[in-house]
């Protein structure tokens, strides 16, 4: 399982490439994003690697830091899990899945985790495999804690955050717009799970 990750090393290098710039030159992330209405086609699909406001350093990075950690620890592992090759097409699925929903709901939000939460589904193989491998309890404990994280931490903030700084908003539409995006990347992750899962049904010699 100590295996090479390179469409993860890839995909974070392209979030600092393009979020980092963007914090100190309003530029930079106008080029990347910018404001709406986008100006250039690209701008769809480069939103997946701009984090944060435009104007606001701390908020970029933060942002960034987050979805960074993300790909340290699931992105890195689930590629391990998956190989390159189909993890790579479950990024690209992932990203396309992303760039589709935005233009069909109108809404423009950046950040990775819109294809980062595809990788989740992933997440419980290990889990699955430590009932009869205890060899991969320490590797599940791991993914079960990212899975909380993901699926529960995140998304009650970001459907909480926005209820309690707005009040006049409906709850409900604050989780749903909050973790639209989120919801989306996890049901894509959750279709090629469906398509692989005959093939990742036994675990591998050892854990990462």
Request: with cysteine; net charge positive.
């Amino acid at each position: 399982m100590k295996k090479p990750t390179p469409v993860t090393n890839i995909f974070l290098l392209l979030c600092l490439g393009v979020s980092v710039p963007s914090a100190f030159f309003p530029g930079v992330f106008d080029l990347f994003s910018g404001e709406l209405p986008h100006e250039y086609w690209f701008q769809d699909f480069t939103l997946a690697f701009q984090h944060g406001a435009r104007g606001m350093p701390l908020a970029i990075l933060g942002h960034l830091a987050v979805n960074v950690f993300l790909l340290l620890t699931a992105g890195r592992r689930v590629e391990r899990l998956l190989g390159s090759g189909r993890f790579l097409l479950l990024s690209l699925a992932a990203w396309g899945g992303y760039a589709l929903a935005q233009q069909v709901c109108c809404i423009w939000i950046n950040g990775a985790s819109g294809i980062i939460y595809a990788y989740s589904p992933f997440l419980l193989l290990p889990i699955r495999w430590a009932k009869s491998h205890p060899e991969w309890k320490r590797t599940a404990g791991t993914c079960l804690a990212l899975l909380l994280l993901m699926w529960v931490a995140v998304t009650l903030a970001l459907g909480l955050v926005p209820f309690l700084t707005n009040p006049g908003q409906s709850l409900m539409r604050t989780f749903f717009f909050g973790n639209l995006f989120h919801l989306t990347a996890t049901a894509i992750g959750f279709v090629f799970f469906a398509l692989w899962s005959r093939n990742l049904s036994s675990a591998p010699g050892s854990p990462d």
